[in-house]
């Protein structure tokens, strides 16, 4: 059964950092261009980051570039991603997702995970 679970969120002060963990299971995410998600409660989902199918390519939103960083551990089949300097605007369900294509689409991912919550608040 091919499975995404997300873990990591929590609540943090402004200007902390969070690391989530996006476990994949019954596939290898290297094979998979794999995708950060997020939606802000009212407000439509958006893509935080994505990493290519084999890793080449790295990209962010412009609102988190420069403050997270996605990386991918192969060996335990598992992305993150590192958020650092958070703001109360991050504050959102964060998902993964995997597409067998080459890059991450938004309407397009293939698997999802159910979402971590991240609440940045004083």
């Known amino acids: 059964q091919l499975q995404l679970v997300e873990s990591g969120g929590g609540l943090v002060q402004p200007g902390g950092s969070l690391r989530l963990s996006c476990a994949a299971s019954g596939f290898t995410l290297d094979s998979y261009a794999i995708g950060w998600f997020r939606q802000a409660p009212g407000k439509e989902r958006e893509g935080v980051s994505c990493?290519?199918?084999?890793?080449?390519?790295?990209g962010y939103a412009d609102s988190v570039k420069g403050r997270f960083t996605l990386s991918r551990d192969n060996a335990k089949n598992t992305v993150y991603l590192q958020m650092n300097s958070l703001k109360p605007e991050d504050t959102a369900v964060y998902y993964c997702?995997?597409?067998?294509?080459?890059?991450?689409?938004?309407?397009?991912?293939?698997?999802w995970g159910k979402g971590t919550l991240v609440t940045v608040s004083s």
């Open positions: 997702a995997a597409r067998a294509g080459r890059l991450c689409r938004g309407n397009g991912m293939d698997y």
């Open positions: 990493i290519s199918k084999g890793g080449g390519i790295t």
